[in-house]
């Protein structure tokens, strides 16, 4: 496969329900908190959502076609594991980070005390600038799935450039 273009978009979300019994982890990074995410993998909607608009910049589909959620090997994966694979997807095919743009969702826990690592961990694994990627968190007003803190989701845009 050759992409040509300069620049590539993409754009992608990930919500998981939070519940007892397991570690909240953001960006790779592990929040003290009374509840952790649901899911196959770790569950880190941040990374996940940060590797699907990687993967749909590269128009390589989605990411369960590249890590299935009913497959054993990817059942409590490290989701830093799948941005990493991902990171080499893009390199491979040329391209790197330009900008990245991350919005989470939720209404508890704050995130404040550790947005400034969630970037760092974001970025050493993408190879580039934590100037390079912007993370940043709000509430949905206690509206919806989020107002009991029942989930967290993540919106991310990514802006690959070629190499």
């Known amino acids: 496969m050759e992409l040509k273009e300069n620049y590539r978009v993409g754009v992608s979300h990930d919500i998981h ?3 007892p019994h397991r570690p909240l982890i953001l ?21 996940h959502s940060v590797s699907e608009s990687i993967i749909g910049a590269l128009s390589l589909g989605d990411l369960g076609k590249i890590f299935p959620d009913n497959m054993s090997w990817t059942e409590n994966m490290d989701s830093k ?23 989470v969702i939720l209404e508890k826990p704050k995130l404040q005390p550790y947005i400034q690592s969630m970037r760092e961990k974001v970025a050493s694994l993408l190879h580039c600038s934590v100037e390079q990627v912007s993370l940043k968190a709000g509430t949905n007003e206690k509206l919806g799935m989020f107002q009991n803190s029942d989930a967290i989701a993540c919106i991310s845009y990514v802006l690959l450039r070629k190499k």
Not at 28 to 43: K, M, N, R, T, V
Request: net charge negative.
């Open 27 to 47: 960006a790779g990074i592990e929040i003290p908190f009374s509840l952790g995410l649901d899911g196959h993998s770790d569950a880190d909607v941040v990374l």
């Open 17 to 19: 329900r939070l519940v």
């Open 81 to 103: 594991a799948i941005l990493t694979a991902t990171y080499a997807l893009m390199d491979y095919l040329g391209y790197e980070i330009n900008n990245i743009d991350v919005s």
